[in-house]
C-alpha cells in the first residue's frame, strides 16, 4: 500500500549536475529515515547518503562534498542533489524510506524502483 516513485536520472558528462526525486505515497502514518543506495552491474549495493527523521545525515566517503541529500516531510520526499559527477557514480540509483503505515511504530524498508545515472568522461 505504499509506493515510492524516483525520477531525475539521466545521462550527464564529468563535472555536470543531477538532482535525484523519490516521493512516497499511499497509507503512510510516519516516515522515519530516508535514503539513497546506488548499484553498478556485479557490485553490491551501497548506501550513498542517509537522513534521519531528526536530521542526522551520513555521507558515503566517495561523495562526500559533492552529495547533497535532503527531505520535504510534508510530501513524503527526499532529494539527491549530486555534483561535480565522475564516472564511477554511474550506477543505478534506489532510494529507501523506513514507513510505519498503520500507526503500530513498526517501520518498514520500501524501495524505490531505480534509476539510471550515466556519467561520460
Known amino acids: 500500500q505504499v509506493q515510492l516513485v524516483e525520477s531525475g536520472g539521466g545521462l550527464v558528462q564529468a563535472g555536470g549536475s543531477l538532482r535525484l526525486s523519490c516521493a512516497a505515497s499511499?497509507?503512510?502514518?510516519?516516515?522515519?529515515?530516508m535514503g539513497w543506495y546506488r548499484q553498478a552491474p556485479g557490485k553490491q549495493r551501497e548506501l550513498v547518503a542517509v537522513?534521519?527523521?531528526?536530521?542526522?545525515?551520513n555521507y558515503a566517503d566517495s561523495v562526500k562534498g559533492r552529495f547533497t541529500i535532503s527531505r520535504d516531510n510534508a510530501k513524503n520526499t527526499v532529494y539527491l542533489q549530486m555534483n561535480s559527477l565522475k564516472p564511477e557514480d554511474t550506477a543505478v540509483y534506489y532510494c529507501?524510506?523506513?514507513?510505519?503505515?498503520?500507526?503500530?511504530?513498526?517501520?518498514?524498508?520500501?524501495w524505490g524502483q531505480g534509476t539510471q545515472v550515466t556519467v561520460s568522461s
Open positions: 537522513i534521519t527523521s531528526g536530521g542526522s545525515i
Open positions: 529507501k524510506q523506513d514507513v510505519d503505515y498503520s500507526g503500530s511504530y513498526y517501520y518498514r524498508p520500501y
Open positions: 499511499g497509507s503512510i502514518f510516519r516516515i522515519n529515515a
